[in-house]
């Protein structure tokens, strides 16, 4: 009886593999659909809106953004300490994602942090930043990402001001900075 079920397993993993590789899975008809919309804040609405999430080939992105913007954005890298066109601005308005144009910092909540970074101590809502583990470099972090298109921003970290006690460490390359008035 033991070796039917291994056998009945095998051949269900089997079928399934046969399926998703034949296309048969992937059908329009076999699918679930899905808007790809998620709900967002927008500053410039002063509420809640539903958006498109943001999806682009590699080579799309690469077009997009430079080279800096493309490696942080979309490889996850850093830009070096201090260097950052953000990192001491201290005017009035909103820092969008430079992918894709998402509201994700308001200037109100940025403060010196010493980092060399832009660092806020929220998002302009959780909705509009995501998180998720990584442990790159034999460190485990927490990266921030665009929640819209999925873009690298920098990382959280817990030795921020009140209050949130959050500190995001933000590259500047991922931000574009849409000034407001006071």
Same mark, same amino acid.
């Given at each position: 009886?033991?070796?039917?079920?291994?056998?009945?397993?095998?051949?269900?993993?089997?079928?399934?593999?046969?399926?998703?590789?034949?296309?048969?899975?992937?059908?329009?008809?076999?699918?679930?659909?899905?808007?790809?919309?998620?709900?967002?804040?927008?500053?410039?609405?002063?509420?809640?809106?539903?958006?498109?999430?943001?999806?682009?080939?590699?080579?799309?992105?690469?077009?997009?953004?430079?080279?800096?913007?493309?490696?942080?954005?979309?490889?996850?890298?850093?830009?070096?300490?201090?260097?950052?066109?953000?990192?001491?601005?201290?005017?009035?308005?909103?820092?969008? &994602?430079?992918? =894709? #144009?998402?509201? @994700?910092? +308001?200037?109100?909540?940025?403060?010196?942090?010493? *980092? $060399?970074?832009?660092?806020?101590?929220?998002?302009?809502?959780?909705?509009?930043?995501?998180?998720?583990?990584?442990?790159?470099?034999?460190?485990?972090?927490?990266?921030?990402? &665009?929640?819209? =298109? #999925?873009?690298? @921003?920098? +990382?959280?970290?817990?030795?921020?001001?009140?209050? *949130? $006690?959050?500190?995001?460490?933000?590259?500047?390359?991922?931000?574009?900075?849409?000034?407001?008035?006071?």
């Amino acid at each position: 009886m033991k070796t039917i079920k291994i056998l009945a397993l095998i051949a269900g993993v089997f079928g399934l593999f046969w399926l998703t590789s034949s296309g048969m899975a992937g059908s329009d008809e076999m699918m679930p659909k899905t808007t790809g919309k998620i709900k967002v804040y927008s500053v410039e609405e002063g509420g809640y809106i539903h958006s498109d999430r943001v999806t682009k080939s590699e080579a799309d992105w690469k077009r997009l953004l430079t080279d800096e913007q493309y490696h942080i954005l979309r490889q996850q890298g850093t830009e070096r300490a201090f260097t950052g066109k953000y990192w001491d601005n201290k005017k009035h308005g909103v820092y969008r &994602c430079a992918g =894709c #144009g998402l509201d @994700l910092y +308001h200037s109100d909540t940025k403060y010196k942090s010493g *980092t $060399g970074w832009p660092s806020y101590y929220q998002a302009v809502a959780e909705e509009n930043v995501s998180t998720q583990a990584d442990n790159s470099f034999f460190m485990t972090r927490n990266e921030l990402i &665009c929640s819209r =298109c #999925g873009g690298h @921003l920098g +990382h959280v970290f817990d030795d921020g001001p009140a209050p *949130t $006690g959050k500190r995001h460490c933000i590259n500047s390359e991922s931000l574009i900075f849409h000034e407001l008035p006071e």
